[in-house]
């Protein structure tokens, strides 16, 4: 089979991507599949492009926006035409809003993770929180900017939680302690998107489930060493944060989470794979923070290891996302 690994993109995201892509590639190349890389910004890789880039580790701060991140039209370039799937190992931005979806609907190419519409439902996470709110799937309290302070001292109250409305890997996320702060909070989240969101801080354990297909993976526990937030440096800075698969939780207590986590994954109309992100407060209640459609497959990324806790090695699980598209495709065309 021939496979394009689309990756790069135009957001924060993009050290995420190339490493994602880095692992994907390696991977399926193992398995015996016919593999080109794609850079979203400057098209298909040459090998030693690829081994350059593949080679970069991911810094602890997200790369500021460069030319390379430009997002051409992907779907009309040459290097996909006669491609099997698209291995999408994009993350943020265009590349996980809808839009690359969209645009690989349009032209009738499979490829993996969720489609156009779960993928701009999820990445809205005022417009995801609403839906999960009507599916009666509890999530934390928030209001969008602009508001007065006092709007959210009164409807929220601190600690709160700033971040960008349309965003990953928690860029540009600041928790609040107090008001004094909060302006200069929003000033950093308005610099990845155009909306804020204050959402309330919920304290407790940090929990994670993956979906694959209908299934869901064992539950992990994130326990960042630097402070109470799992923010891109802890995610991305070697021993900043424990990360244990599976969590230490009661029987009850892990199938009570996989079950709201697949509620999650079904309410936001999301396809093949997903991971859902929680918090669990003192008293064991569960508040669901977001859902994630193209998880990181980097060599430390969440996923991957809820996947290992299950017995399912990285190259069949790369495998198994790439069946799943092909599936996906076979059955919207028999409708």
Known sequence: MKIAVLFGGDGAERDVSVASAA???????????????????????????????FARRIDRLPPGRTAAMDLPAVAATSDLHDVDLV???????????????????LAGI???????????????????????????????????????????????????????NGQGSTVGLTLVESARELSQAVNVAARSDTEVMFERYVPGRELTVG???????????????????????????????????PADLTTAQTRRIQALALEVHRALKLDDYSRVDFRMDPDGGLWCLEANTLPGLSSGSLLPQAAAASGITFPELCERLCAAALERRGARAGS
């Open 110 to 164: 499979a490829y993996t993770g969720s489609g156009r519409l779960g993928s701009a439902l999820a990445w809205d996470k005022d417009v995801a929180k609403r839906l999960l709110r009507a599916a009666g799937i509890p999530t934390p309290d928030w209001l969008m900017a602009p508001v007065d302070e006092s709007a959210v001292e009164a409807e929220i109250g601190y600690p709160v939680i700033v971040k960008p």
């Open 87 to 105: 291995f999408l190992a994009l993350h943020g931005g265009s590349g996980e809003n809808g839009t690359v979806q969209s645009l690989l609907d």
């Open 23 to 53: 692992q994907v590639v390696e991977a399926l190349r193992a398995r015996g599949h016919d593999l080109i890389a794609v850079d979203a910004g400057r098209g298909r890789l040459t090998p030693a492009d690829e081994r350059k880039l």
């Open 211 to 245: 979906i694959l297909g209908e299934t869901a993976l064992p539950v992990g526990e994130i326990v960042p060493s630097a402070g109470p937030v799992f923010d891109y440096t802890a995610k991305y800075t070697t021993g900043a944060a424990e990360e244990i698969f």
